[in-house]
């Protein structure tokens, strides 16, 4: 089966030929397999014969000037489109650490919402028209992505602490920041799609736990984000496609909101930070594609994440609904060898 056939099986909550497999190793790591024997020439994707999406993005920030404003032997600071500047290692894996922000109050945020508008030139259409040909012919499973929401606004836009504060002193704010951005995206997506690029999935990311709780509560999440989810899910379902919700932490209190929203899928189901897969399966896994699940932190240990994967496998994938993936990002602490032994067992176990 092609990635699109077998997600489309996993979607209808119906068996394939094995789960899907979609899953996102670490550039450090791809390093690490590379220097391990992983072939350069190949992607990830085609040595482990897993599923491969391809992705119809836009530009929907404020297009403030991206520049390097510091560099040296260890570490790169960038701005960003999003008036934010970033700091990140040169030479390893790690959280992008935001140091300033330019929208830090309604005052700048109304500056930067005049600077973003669904214009034409935000779609990419030379890089679309030289791939989207190929990923159709390799039959992958096509994402729409979109940026807004909590976990965007705060982590790369205004700040965690300031949008904290403003859930509670201007959440009128917040919600302004979410739907804009939300609406442009979408409205952009839609030139796209005219233009003949569909595709079969709107891909969300909101990050709305950490470990055993959550950044708000279930009533903040039902009046201010829920009503954004709701938009986009609407969106995706009036074109007959999907949707995804990849949200990290401890996000359990949420998920049957998440349903009554409309998200058809759930990533990653963070154990590590309180997430229980088989229990989620067992709540909500007539309403929900489930997409991850296997402890990360695990990986680095064979015996270990093996005998996870032999628990949990064979329940995820009941009845279809199951995309195989590590409960977050594949680190640096998993060898090429644990790699090949982990990819063997999930297609043996996944297979129907």
């Known amino acids: 089966m092609t990635s699109k056939e077998r997600f489309a099986r996993m979607f209808d909550h119906k068996e394939a030929d094995r789960v ?12 690490r397999w590379h220097d391990e024997g992983m072939p350069r020439d190949v992607s990830y994707e085609e040595y482990f014969d897993v599923d491969n999406v391809g992705r119809v993005q836009a530009d929907n920030s404020p297009r403030y000037p991206k520049a390097v404003v510091a560099e040296d032997d260890t570490f790169i600071t960038e701005s960003t489109e999003w008036g934010a500047r970033v700091r990140n290692f040169k030479n390893q894996d790690s959280t992008p650490d935001y140091v300033d922000f330019t929208i830090t109050n309604p005052d700048k945020w109304r500056e930067a919402k005049e600077r973003i508008t669904p214009t034409k030139d935000r779609v990419p259409w030379d890089y679309l028209k030289e791939n989207y040909p190929k990923w159709v012919k390799e039959g992958r499973w096509l994402l729409g992505d979109v940026f807004f929401g909590f976990d965007n606004m705060h982590s790369s836009v205004v700040g965690t602490e300031t949008m ?17 951005s939300l609406k442009v995206n979408l409205q952009l997506l839609d030139l796209a799609w005219d233009a003949g690029y569909v595709f079969d999935m709107l891909n969300l990311r909101d990050d709305l736990g950490y470990k ?10 039902r009046e201010l984000i829920k009503p954004v989810h709701k938009m986009a899910a609407d969106w995706a379902h009036k074109k007959g496609i999907k949707i995804r919700l990849h949200s990290c932490g401890y996000i359990m209190p949420f998920v049957a909101d998440f349903i009554d929203a409309g998200i058809d899928a759930l990533h990653p ?23 991850g699940g ?3 932190m695990l990986w680095k240990d064979i015996d270990a994440v093996l005998a996870e994967m032999e628990r949990l496998i064979p329940l995820l ?3 279809g609904g199951y ?6 990002s594949i680190p640096n602490d998993v060898s090429f060898e644990n790699m090949k032994k982990i990819m063997a067992l999930a297609k043996k176990l996944g297979t129907y």
């Open 20 to 31: 899907a497999m979609w899953d996102f190793p670490w550039p450090g790591t791809l390093r």
């Open 323 to 328: 995309i195989f993936a590590a409960d977050h």
């Open 317 to 319: 994938k009941e009845n």
């Open 164 to 180: 904290c504060i403003a859930l509670v002193e201007d959440p009128q704010w917040c919600v302004d920041m979410y739907t804009h």
């Open 212 to 221: 055993q709780s959550q950044f708000f509560s279930l009533d903040t999440y």
């Open 269 to 291: 189901m963070e154990v590590k930070a309180g997430m229980d897969p088989a229990l989620v399966k067992q709540r909500f896994g007539k309403n929900l594609v489930l997409h």
């Open 294 to 296: 296997i402890n990360a």
